[in-house]
């Protein structure tokens, strides 16, 4: 068990790969998802308050993830047919506006902790238990953005989501961007790498750019 606990992932690399059950049959990660963005994500345990909220949310957000080119996979310590009479139970409750939910994504049963222990999701809280990790993969199966919460605390969906448009706004028009970034608002240039692009950015006179110094310079999105 103290063997799982450390081996994190890192930003930019390669994600680890497995075969698992889930509860909509046998994944390969990352080959299955291959040209898609993943989020892959773990919760401590089934049938436990904080998690069903998620799952509530994140399955009510699922359509609205795969018009973003976005897939799901959750993860737990839990059996196959925990995970199974869960998500049922889930389908019979009402919170928050939603109701009726059904879990459409697959949920990896791993209750030898083989796909947690490979992704860092034992952590020093639990050595039975996942803590909330949230993976995000990009099509080339490269991960861009690690999360982790700890058990007591719920995840806010919206930033998950903002993150998965921050990353596509980011790889599409070559930017970053600013603090609080929202879809439509202004995007960073890249810092200039030589002293000329430095002076040069200064002196332009592009109606659609604006600098405050010759670091920080904006292209106006609206
Ligand atoms: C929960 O999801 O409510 C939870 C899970 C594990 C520990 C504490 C809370």
């Known amino acids: 068990m103290e063997d799982n606990i450390g081996r994190m992932p ?21 080959e299955d998802y291959k040209g898609k963005w993943v989020i892959l994500f773990s919760h401590p345990a089934d049938f436990t308050p904080v998690c069903t909220t998620e799952f509530m949310t994140f399955a009510s957000m699922a359509d609205e993830f795969k018009s973003l080119n976005t897939e799901l996979v959750g993860l737990s310590v839990d059996s196959l047919y925990a995970h199974i009479a869960w998500l049922r139970k889930i389908q019979e409750l009402e919170w928050n506006g939603m109701k009726n939910v059904e879990v459409k994504f697959p949920l990896i049963e791993d209750i030898k902790m083989d796909v947690a222990g490979k992704y ?82 200064m002196e332009n006179k592009d109606e659609n750019k604006y600098c405050l110094d010759w670091f920080l310079c904006f292209n106006k999105e609206k």
Do not use: H
């Open 120 to 201: 860092g999701m034992i952590q020093s809280q639990s050595t039975t238990q996942a803590v909330r990790a949230v993976f995000f993969v990009d099509p080339k199966g490269i991960i861009r953005t690690i999360l982790y919460y700890p058990a007591s605390l719920g995840r806010n969906f919206n930033e998950i989501k903002r993150i998965i448009l921050g990353l596509q706004k980011a790889d599409k028009d070559s930017v970053a961007t600013p603090a609080n970034w929202e879809p439509g608002d202004d995007t960073i240039i890249p810092t200039p790498g030589s002293c000329g692009v430095a002076k040069e950015r």
């Open 10 to 30: 890192l930003i930019g690399d390669p994600a680890p790969s497995f075969k698992a059950v889930t509860t909509q049959g046998i994944i390969n990660f990352p």
